[in-house]
Structures are given as structure tokens and as C-alpha cells.
């Protein structure tokens, strides 16, 4: 309901620019010699063949624009206008180029498909996953197609430096999900890598918003950092299933009442408490996750 006012707004905009473009070019005379609407136009050589729609079908501008509004609908981005404007640059980039583009280029174009929806829309995400997929296995003239682990190791690297997951973490989860050089990888393991990667980076973020309810600045006291690191910890031990988001869920399922009942607890401590810095939190906590992890085979 919030969206009518701006379409009806932009379809006044539009009426509006109509008008004034008739205004300025009116209709011509009928000895001009230009074509009208929906009249060929003499000798078979003008552009007005058919209608307007016929125009736009024959260009491929309606299946083009088609296929830039599905896009919009997988990939949900958060400012889909930006997203359009970047489609339709790479799209142009992408036909300009005599052969696919070289490692560089492809691993740019994948990064931008994986991070365009968030991991909980499972639908967009995944057709994302499928396009980078595809992106990063298309061959050229020596190279067959497919994804090999030097790409793919390469792409969750760079997932993992958009976020500000610790770099221990980070490596230690790369360890744990990478593929041989060399080796082909197939596609669900490859949407399991980056799954896994964006998840880590949502945990890190979580995490450091924990930490910011702990303290003041970059340190915090340590008896309540360890109370909800344990209650953490437990949280995450309650999950079942090996995929990713499980972990996620299982970890916002630390309530309230939950982590009131731990800092309580450790406050009734008599001892003269120490402190933790925000650094050491999220390392520790993303070990937790880390540790749940299940290695590529």
C-alpha cells in the first residue's frame, strides 16, 4: 500500500513527459515521407515495420527487459534500481567481449551474484549461487568448462573479507571448506562453501552486537563474557543438521531470559573480574561456530 503514491507519481512523470515530447514533435504531414505507426515504411528499409511492440520484440528489448525484472524478483536486491543499472552494464560488457572474460573479471562478476540476497531468502539465493556457478565455470578456448577449487577458494576468500569476521576464523573456516586446486567442484559443494561463508559473517556480525550490550568501547568484563559465551556455546550444541543456517537459528534461539540468567549468575561472583576485549569475544565466539562446521570431504 506504501508503494501506490510513488507509482502514481511515476506514472504522472511519465503522461507528463509524453505530452511534452508530442508537444515538440508533432505528428508530420502526410507528403513527409516518414512512416506512421504500424505502416511499413516505403521501399521495406525504415525501422517503423509494425507496431511499436513489434519494434521492441524484433529488437530482443522486450526479452531483455524481460529478463532484467525476473533477476530483480530471484535476487531481491536491497536497491533493485542499482541493480539494474549494473545488470544491464555487464550484460553490454559481457556481449562486447569476443570470448568470457579472464579469472579477474569472472571472480568480480561472481561475487556481486552471491552477495546480492541475503542467504535466509533460499530461493533468490540459491538462483544467485546457480548464476555465480556458472559465471566462474564458463570456458574459453583452452580451459573446459567448469569450476575448479583454485576459483573457488578464491571466491570464498574474498566473501570472507567483506565482512568483520576475525582472520582466524576466517582461514580456519577456508581449511575446512576449500577444494584441491585441481579439483572439480561440483555444485553443492560449491553452494555449501559460500553458504557457509555468509554465515559466518552474519555470526561475526551477531556476535559483535552481543558484545556492544556487554560493555563500553572494546572491552567488557570477562566473567559476563564467558557466562554468555557458555550459554552460546550451548545454544549451538542444541542444533542438529549439518548446514550452515542451522547453526544461525540454533544461536538466536539464546533469548532474553537465557542470557539474563548467565550474566546474573556471573555477577554473583565474588571474585574481582577481569576484562575481555571485543577482539578476543568474537574470536572466541566464531570458534564456536567454526567448530560446528562440517569439513569438505
Given at each position: 500500500a506504501e508503494?501506490?503514491?510513488?507509482?502514481?507519481?511515476v506514472r504522472s512523470k511519465m503522461a507528463a513527459y509524453e505530452k511534452r515530447r508530442a508537444a515538440a514533435a508533432p505528428v508530420p504531414a502526410g507528403g513527409s515521407g516518414l512512416p506512421e505507426p504500424g505502416r511499413a515504411a516505403p521501399g521495406g528499409g525504415g525501422l517503423a515495420e509494425g507496431s511499436a511492440a513489434e519494434f521492441l520484440l524484433r529488437a530482443g528489448v522486450t526479452a531483455m527487459v524481460r529478463e532484467a525484472l525476473l533477476k530483480v524478483l530471484e535476487a531481491r536486491p536491497a536497491e533493485p534500481v542499482s541493480f539494474l543499472a549494473e545488470y544491464f552494464e555487464r550484460l553490454v560488457l559481457a556481449e562486447a567481449a569476443a570470448e568470457p572474460p579472464g579469472p579477474p573479471q569472472r571472480l568480480a562478476r561472481a561475487l556481486w551474484y552471491v552477495c546480492l540476497a541475503?542467504?535466509?531468502?533460499?530461493?533468490?539465493?540459491?538462483?544467485?549461487?546457480?548464476?555465480?556457478?556458472?559465471?566462474?565455470g564458463c570456458g574459453g578456448r583452452r580451459r573446459a568448462a567448469g569450476v575448479d577449487g583454485r576459483l573457488y577458494s578464491e571466491l570464498l576468500r574474498r566473501i570472507c573479507q567483506r565482512g568483520a569476521a576475525p582472520a582466524e576464523a576466517a582461514a580456519e573456516l577456508l581449511r575446512r571448506v576449500r577444494c584441491r586446486d585441481h579439483e572439480a567442484v561440483p555444485f553443492d559443494v560449491f553452494r555449501y562453501g559460500v553458504l557457509t561463508c555468509c554465515v559466518l559473517l552474519e555470526f561475526a556480525a551477531k556476535?559483535?552486537?552481543?558484545f556492544a550490550v556487554l560493555g563500553a568501547g572494546d572491552s567488557a568484563d570477562s566473567r559476563l563474557c564467558q557466562a554468555v559465551l557458555r550459554a552460546l556455546e550451548d545454544a549451538l550444541g542444541a542444533g542438529h543438521g549439518s548446514r550452515p543456517a542451522r547453526y544461525l537459528e540454533a544461536g538466536s534461539r539464546l533469548g532474553p531470559d537465557r542470557l539474563a540468567l548467565a550474566m546474573d549468575q556471573a555477577l554473583q561472583e565474588r571474585k574481582l573480574g577481569s576484562s575481555m576485549s571485543r577482539e578476543e569475544f568474537l574470536r572466541k565466539a566464531t570458534a564456536l561456530f567454526i567448530a560446528k562446521v562440517k569439513p569438505v570431504e
Open positions: 508503494k501506490l503514491p510513488a507509482r502514481a507519481e541475503h542467504h535466509s531468502h533460499r530461493t533468490a539465493f540459491d538462483s544467485n549461487a546457480g548464476a555465480a556457478y556458472e559465471v566462474l556476535a559483535d552486537a552481543l
